[in-house]
């Protein structure tokens, strides 16, 4: 009851959010992906919701339920994801990007079925770059609070401080992966201009919650 009169962290706010993998196909049955579970960012979207703000979910291939009352938009690869994104972030106030997208795709996808020849010779793919969906928001004119995120394997603080300068935006969520990938639990490593604070390890759901209110904090303390 008490926490029915209190307002609403987000309230007014409108969140856009990535989450999951994407998937670059290499022919009608195949392709490349990454590993996610999509869990972190779907946990965002339903505390962002529930502190009152409007969600926006671009989701590559997951096996999630929507949390109530949040808007989805299914993609697959990292351009499908790019396109969708770009035209909705300038009518956001917040960006959050979870999303593990893969950062190259093959360069051309076959129409058709690669068969094997029965020689023994492999094809030979070839990758382009995916473009940088968070980086391509975060140099809009009047862009969105972005939040990235960076899932490392060793130096936690060292690489999410450079990817906060290198993609030019406020906030980096750190974890180390891929220990906390498809887990329950997770512990999140928060850099921005201020320096560094650890929000300790608990289950998705309690750490988006704290996520999402140290994102309204900065919101407010970003907005004149
Ligand atoms: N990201 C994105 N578009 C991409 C690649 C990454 O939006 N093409 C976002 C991710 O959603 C994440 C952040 O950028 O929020 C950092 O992603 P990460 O893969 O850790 O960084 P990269 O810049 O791709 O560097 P690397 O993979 O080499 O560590
Ligand atoms: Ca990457």
């Not at 992906?33 to 960012?41: A, I, R, Y």
């Not at 401080?161 to 406020?170: I, Q, S, T």
């Amino acid at each position: 009851l008490i926490a029915f009169f209190q307002p609403k962290a987000l309230a007014g706010k409108r969140l856009l959010i990535t989450a999951g993998p994407t998937f670059e196909a290499i022919d009608p049955v195949r392709g490349i992906t990454n590993l996610s579970s999509g869990k972190m960012g779907f946990a965002i979207a339903r505390a962002a919701q529930e502190a009152g703000a409007e969600v926006t979910l671009v989701a590559g291939p997951v096996a999630l339920d929507t949390p109530r009352h949040v808007r989805r938009i299914d993609v697959k690869s990292a351009l499908q994801m790019h396109d969708a994104v770009l035209p909705l972030a300038a009518a956001h106030d917040v960006f959050v990007a979870t999303a593990a997208v893969a950062d190259w795709r093959p360069a051309s996808s076959a129409g058709e079925k690669i068969k094997k020849d029965g020689s023994g010779q492999v094809p030979a793919i070839a990758f382009t770059e995916n473009p940088d969906i968070l980086a391509a928001v975060a140099r809009l004119p009047q862009p969105p609070y972005c939040v990235g995120f960076a899932a490392e394997s060793h130096d936690l603080a060292r690489h999410a401080r450079e990817k906060r300068l290198r993609k030019g935006v406020p906030l980096i969520v750190g974890n180390l992966g891929p220990a906390t990938f498809g887990r329950d639990d997770n512990t999140l490593l928060l850099v921005d201009d201020a320096g560094e604070r650890e929000l300790p390890t608990a289950d998705k759901l309690s750490l988006a919650r704290a996520l999402v209110a140290e994102i309204a904090t900065r919101l407010a303390a970003s907005t004149p």
